[in-house]
């Protein structure tokens, strides 16, 4: 009888243990996530301080491991990403001329192409690709040498990890991004011009005419600048993961996910934020 | 008259009282120990003992939560990371599982720490990782890659690295581990060998008895964070104190267990 009359208050009970196991698991996520963005702060400034200063520390960033790093990261990238933005112009082209017919204003689709590829949708494939590319390779690397202590190496050797290793994928990839972008807006631009000849039934110089008449350096500059955050981002999450990963291969292989899925968040989520600001 | 030396009774590495943790547990309790000039210590204790995490102290990989580490006579908490650098030019470490970098050759990898700090042309830093080579007898191997090696010669590249700076501390983890006994008493061998050749102070850490006795001018016994004993060869084979017994005789110390404590244990966490 007695346990029947106190049976609301264990359900009660049961309930505020539940919400605060749940409240807790929010807070220690929270704390994770705060944690890892001191981490990446602490990355960049810490590679930025050895592309600055480390020749006059004894410790200068190799243009050896940048130019390899660029070759890697980059022009390695160049096929994958040509034939994506190809396809996206094209899809884009085909979506915007199938929306605008039905006002008749199918010819719209060629300012619609233009602003979005080199505002937004160019710099974003560049950035998925590399993302996905390197963002799991430069992870796995680093977790690798972490769990072989190559990283412990180095350091008793008086190398510094960061010089080493994050410096020449930060400048590399500060470089190539920007880099990718043009080539990723040219062969988004192409793949419309393709769609829109098939058809509007006009000439591809007609097409890359009226594109050049409406850009404008404005919209480029959008772009371009987004692929230097990217590129920054790109390097913080690929290698803030390599340092961290623990626990064997298993470890690693969560090491190498949580890169490529961080890195495809943190670009999408930037670019939203970016754009917020830019435009409105 | 020769110059004083820099640091008392020419002790290249001395700790007092370190006391480490791992997350809330006590990794190392109260741990102090002295290397001198021109000896080979080897640290000895069984797994879980903090052997390792001594090494990786006195390697400055971490900051001790209190206690003092001196590397030739200076506080490694106090310097700066250009005195580091300095200090670290003159300490090799050939890691337990070689730490070789993947990515580059053997010979690459012997060339890295001349690349990083001196400013030698390359047939003079070809010249210089092929002498370690060959005091490694890896002559000949320098254009194969890491994964190409065996064990035992993943742990003779990596020495021949640690050496190549002329190194005047040396240290080694686990060199024996995972090798077959010819081939780990060949290392043995090599550490007496390099000792005698280069007037460096040796630390090795290991729980190979026998390689231990050979090597070791004093040992350090480890236990459960603690310094048991430290002593010559004799010294130790010769102890009284039941728990180094044990370890020398491999006997397995039953540890009492509380009734509450076990009970407790079982259902911590539970209402």
């Not at chain 1, 007695?2 to 929270?30: D, I």
């Not at chain 1, 594109?211 to 981002?233: N, R």
């Not at chain 2, 009282?17 to 080897?42: A, C, F, H, P």
């Not at chain 2, 879980?48 to 006579?73: C, E, M, N, P, W």
Request: charged share 20%; glycine share 8%.
């Amino acid at each position: 009888m007695r346990r029947l009359t106190n049976w609301p208050k264990v359900v009660a009970e049961m309930q505020a243990v539940r919400f605060r196991s749940l409240t807790e698991r929010v807070g220690r996520e929270f704390v994770v996530g705060v944690e890892d963005f001191g981490h990446g702060a602490l990355l960049l400034a810490e590679s930025l301080f050895w592309i600055l200063l480390g020749r006059w520390w004894q410790q200068p960033v190799r243009l050896r491991s940048i130019v390899s790093e660029m070759m890697e990261i980059g022009v390695m990238a160049i096929p994958v990403l040509s034939i994506l933005a190809f396809a996206n112009g094209a899809m884009m082209a085909m979506q915007g001329i199938y929306t605008l017919r039905e006002f008749g204003a199918e010819s719209q689709v060629i300012t619609g192409i233009a602003t979005s590829v080199t505002r937004e949708f160019g710099v974003l494939i560049a950035a998925i690709v590399v993302a996905g590319r390197s963002g799991s390779a430069i992870a796995a690397r680093i977790g690798t040498m972490q769990m072989a202590q190559e990283i412990d190496a180095l350091r008793v050797m008086g190398v510094a990890p960061v010089r080493y290793l994050v410096s020449p994928i930060l400048v590399a990839l500060v470089v190539m991004m920007p880099t990718l972008t043009i080539l990723s807006n040219l062969m988004a631009i192409l793949g419309g011009g393709v769609v829109s000849v098939m058809e509007l039934h006009i000439s591809l110089g007609t097409y890359s005419e009226r594109i050049l008449s409406i850009l404008e350096t404005g919209d480029l500059w959008q772009g371009l600048s987004k692929s230097l955050v990217f590129g920054v981002l790109i390097t913080l999450v690929a290698t803030g993961n390599g340092f961290n990963a623990t626990g064997g291969a298993e470890g690693l292989g969560r090491a190498t996910t949580r890169s490529v899925v961080l890195c495809i968040s943190a670009i999408v989520v930037a670019d939203m934020i970016f754009t917020f600001f830019l435009i409105l | 008259m020769t110059a004083p030396a820099q640091y008392p009774q020419d002790k290249v590495i001395e700790v007092s009282n370190l006391v480490t943790y791992y997350g809330r547990q006590k990794v190392l309790d109260d741990v102090s120990l002295d290397v001198t000039d021109g000896e080979i210590m080897v640290i000895m204790g069984g797994s879980g003992s903090g052997k390792s995490t001594l090494l990786r102290y006195l390697l400055g990989l971490h900051r001790a939560d209190s206690g003092v580490i001196r590397l030739f006579g200076r506080d490694i908490n106090t310097l700066g990371s250009r005195e580091w650098m300095q200090i670290r030019r003159k300490m090799g470490v050939s890691f337990q599982g070689g730490a070789l970098f993947n990515s580059m050759t053997v010979g690459e990898n012997v060339r890295m720490p001349l690349r990083e700090h001196t400013r030698l042309d390359e047939s003079t830093m070809r010249i210089m990782s092929r002498m370690k080579l060959e005091v490694v007898n890896l002559a000949g191997f320098e254009h194969l890659m890491p994964s190409q090696l065996s064990g035992g010669m993943l742990k003779r590249a990596a020495l021949a690295r640690a050496l190549v700076m002329d190194p005047s501390l040396l240290f080694f983890d686990e060199p024996s581990a995972g090798l077959d006994p010819v081939v780990a008493a060949d290392l043995d061998n090599l550490i007496l060998r390099i000792r005698d050749a280069m007037r460096v102070s040796i630390v090795v850490v290991t729980h190979e008895l026998e390689s231990a006795f050979k090597i070791a001018d004093r040992i350090t016994v480890l236990d459960q964070g603690k310094i048991l004993m430290t002593g010559t060869v004799d010294e130790v084979r010769n102890s009284d104190i039941n728990r180094v017994r044990n370890l020398l005789s491999r006997t397995y110390e039953e540890q009492l267990v509380d009734a509450d404590d076990y009970l407790r244990r079982l259902t911590d966490g539970m209402d």
